[in-house]
């Protein structure tokens, strides 16, 4: 007798796959498959992550090569790059420990450089590792998303980060003359030695303010086509909004100097701009989609438009006589007679008393019958 083989277990793709085709063609899911898909999307954008802070880590002190074939040029270290606003200022503005004339920051701990290195690194490994988790995000909230709600937050996601780049860059870029302002004040009198967790942590507190802050125009716009913000209500308040800009620029900056302040104030001024025309041609826009007699009250007359009044002026054209013959022919029913009243009982003749009177003899439609008094 032969024995029969063993059947295989199936690996887990082969079960991911048939899970995944028993998956219903509506897209509903429940619960549990809620749970499975979110933990699957996490994981996916933590090693993402985690593969983005290895490559930041290295990259902190080591020179991309380029391709010159390409024309790509080598890519500096991330290092050199962060640190290039403070070793652009003037050599006596800097103290130099090392006295071989290179740009160093100063470290007074024995895990400062390990601790600011992997900051740095998970910095950059957010950054690059952002299309893998950006991604993850959007597909796990599309399939609850109608086709026009996807279109419009996939806009507003690509918006989102390209204004932030603009900020983050923008703040790279006057970082160097915040710094020149702030270190070389009285630079007469004292040198400053900054600390590579004082100098890194003002550059990036700046970087994230400058890219958040340039997401209020897009907090504006949104609010707008959703009906919350007029452009009715607020093109009055102007003054008013750009003094709170720079309020919230002098309050927000982490330097305090006024370069930065009103570099960002004047940026956020002019994108608030930009949003508010936004929202006035979106409100022209629905307004033409939106008849006006939809917005009056329940009790207020709606004043009419030159069609309704050309319409309303016509004469009435005169109506068209009927044709008999063409006229429908409608069924008629027999129009149903009253039964015979049956004849009065003979004079004189005895009243049975177990029978009731015939009609008409004491009253009825014929009256009562006086003609034997008569």
């Known amino acids: 007798m032969t024995s029969q083989p063993a059947p295989k277990k199936a690996s887990n793709a082969s079960r991911w796959r048939a899970a995944k085709r028993r998956k219903n063609t509506d ?21 993402a992550f985690i593969g983005g802070t290895i490559l930041g880590f290295i990259w902190y002190q080591t020179t991309l090569p380029g391709i ?5 040029r080598s890519i500096p270290s991330l290092g050199d790059i962060l640190r290039e606003p403070y070793c652009a200022l003037p050599p006596a503005s800097r103290a130099d420990f090392s006295f071989d004339g290179e740009c160093r920051l100063l470290a007074t701990g024995p895990f400062e450089m390990f601790m600011l290195r992997l900051k740095v690194g998970a910095l950059a490994g957010s950054v690059i590792s952002s299309p893998v988790w950006l991604y993850q995000i959007w597909a796990f909230i599309t399939p609850g998303l109608h086709k026009n709600e996807r279109k419009w ?30 270190l070389t004040i009285g630079d007469q009198v004292q040198t400053t030695a900054l600390t590579g967790h004082a100098y890194f942590g003002f550059l990036l507190a700046l970087l994230v303010i400058f890219g958040v802050s340039f997401e209020v125009p897009l907090i504006i716009a949104m609010l707008n086509i959703v009906g919350i913000i007029e452009y009715e209500n607020i093109k009055e308040k102007r003054r008013m909004i750009i003094v709170v800009l720079f309020i919230f620029a002098a309050f927000m900056t982490p330097g305090g100097d006024p370069f930065s302040m009103t570099v960002l104030a004047c940026a956020l001024t002019a994108l608030v701009e930009i949003a508010m025309q936004f929202c006035r041609l979106n409100d022209k ?73 015939a009609p008409g003899a004491f009253g009825g439609p014929q009256g009562p019958d006086f003609s034997d008094v008569l």
């Open 27 to 47: 897209g509903s899911m429940s619960l549990v498959e809620h749970l499975r898909e979110l933990r699957r999307r996490v994981i996916i954008s933590l090693l």
């Open 285 to 357: 826009r629905r307004k033409r989609q939106r008849p006006d007699w939809l917005d009056l009250d329940d009790d207020q007359a709606s004043t009419l438009g030159p069609d309704e009044v050309a319409a309303a002026s016509a004469p009435i054209p005169r109506p068209e006589p009927i044709n008999p013959s063409a006229a429908p022919v409608m069924p008629t029913r027999p129009i149903p007679t009253a039964p015979p009243s049956p004849s009065p009982a003979p004079r004189n003749q005895p009243v049975n008393p177990q029978t009731p009177p």
């Open 153 to 182: 937050t996939f806009s507003f996601v690509t918006i989102a980060v390209i204004l932030f780049l603009i900020g983050a860059a923008l703040a790279y870029t006057v970082v160097h003359f915040g710094l020149a302002f702030l």
């Open 68 to 72: 010159p074939a390409l024309g790509f």
